[in-house]
């Protein structure tokens, strides 16, 4: 029989929880700074994709606000005990974003105006490209190792950020060298399905082992939070 990993100890899990309170502080500084930033240069250059991009980072504050009111708490089990909810919280936000995009994509494809180019907007499209993925997997593997979807959750919801700002910079670049203005909510829709998916999982509380499945569980138990059933896509 194949030996499983034990669950983090009490202070490791302590030690968990802080670094994921100081990545998720991180993440609601940088995307406050970056709405901000998106929205007076989407407003400026009249880029719907810029201030949809900006309005998303406000989407993404909710998010990760979620997490740090769940890992507020000292106590682990007043922490576990906030995970359902807070994964309803992220899965919401999800939604939301596929929601934004999509219109905000639609109306942009059928919208015959011109958005000016805007090297502020590509700046911050590019400097999110380089913070976001960090975020993202740091708190990820932090996440995993103590056993919290809604930490997990949220990192994916960082990650769809790194490829929303691809997209920005590609649509941003394209538009400022060659006029293709589509370009950007072309793209954008298929982030806003990648939305969806995700939405449906931190809603089911997929993608993530709970720390009591790195146990050995009882004969008969219920799959946990986080979705996990033995023998099942744990961990993903």
């Known amino acids: 029989m194949t030996a499983l990993p034990l669950a983090p100890s ?9 670094r994921i309170r100081l990545l998720v502080a991180a993440t609601i500084t940088y995307n406050v700074m970056e709405a901000i930033v998106a929205i007076t240069a989407g407003t400026l250059a009249s880029s719907t994709a810029l201030i949809g991009f900006g309005l998303d980072s406000v989407i993404e504050v909710s998010s990760a606000a979620a997490v740090a009111w769940q890992f507020s708490a000292a106590d682990h089990a007043v922490r576990e005990a906030r995970e ?48 976001m993925p960090f975020l993202s997997a740091a708190q990820r593997r932090a996440g995993r190792e103590m056993g919290s979807a809604s930490a997990v959750a949220d990192s994916k919801q960082t990650l769809l950020c790194t490829y929303l700002s691809a997209v920005l910079l590609i649509g941003l670049v394209l538009n400022a060298t060659l006029g293709w203005s589509w370009a950007d909510p072309a793209a954008a829709l298929v982030i806003a399905a990648i939305a969806v998916k995700e939405g449906r999982d931190a809603w089911q509380g997929k993608g993530c082992c709970t720390t009591p499945a790195h146990v050995a569980a009882p004969a008969g138990a219920d799959e946990g939070a986080c979705g996990c059933r033995p023998g099942g896509d744990c961990c993903s």
């Open 10 to 18: 009490p202070a490791r899990r302590e030690t968990l929880a802080r």
């Open 84 to 131: 359902q909810r807070t994964l309803r919280i992220i899965a919401v936000s999800f939604f939301a974003l596929a929601i934004y995009v999509a219109v905000e994509s639609v109306r942009t494809l059928a919208d015959t105006g011109q958005a000016d180019s805007s090297m502020p907007g590509i700046a911050l499209a590019a400097l999110s490209l380089l913070v």
